[in-house]
């Protein structure tokens, strides 16, 4: 594992989260972290496995999705997955948040949480049900693809 002076204090962190977590510390798992904290957005499996890379050198698809399930199981970690798209990390806040897609381009955004907390909406289920969480998708097209498509 080759560390430089500028990934020295995001690895440090990652391995303070993972440890927090009760899980083995691993040089992938470090890599795959940062990659995730470091994006704003919600990334796919290929995306962060070439981010993680720069750090880990190379790691294979099947090494990427087991890393990555691995702190998504531990809670570090939340997988999205939209229809039609491929699945979407980002760092897991607990803030029970909903995602909004665009139908033209694919951007997905963040819809936060309508009432605050999970599951955020009322089921029509008997009360022997135990809720936990509600994900919703919000399709709709975005400012910039409805910018795009008004007549000049
Ligand atoms: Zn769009
Ligand atoms: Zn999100």
Redesign the pocket.
């Known amino acids: 594992m080759t560390t430089s002076p500028t990934v020295e204090e995001p690895m440090a962190l990652a391995a303070a989260r993972l440890r927090t977590a009760g899980m083995r510390v691993t040089a992938q798992r470090m890599a795959m972290l940062m990659a995730v904290y470091e994006s704003a957005g919600h990334l796919d499996a290929d995306t962060l496995r070439e981010r993680a890379q720069r750090v880990t050198g190379r790691l294979s698809l099947q090494a990427t999705y087991n890393v990555l399930r691995a702190l998504t199981d531990a809670g570090l970690v939340r997988c999205t997955q939209i229809a039609g798209h491929p699945a979407r990390y980002e760092v897991e806040r607990h803030d029970n948040h909903h995602h909004f897609v665009?139908?033209?381009?694919?951007?997905i955004r963040d819809v936060e949480c309508t009432v605050g907390a999970a599951p955020c909406m009322e089921a029509q289920l008997p009360e022997e049900y135990d809720i936990q969480e509600a994900a919703v998708t919000f399709w709709g097209?975005?400012?910039?693809?409805?910018a795009a498509a008004q007549p000049s």
């Open positions: 665009c139908r033209d381009c694919g951007t097209v975005c400012p910039d693809c409805r």
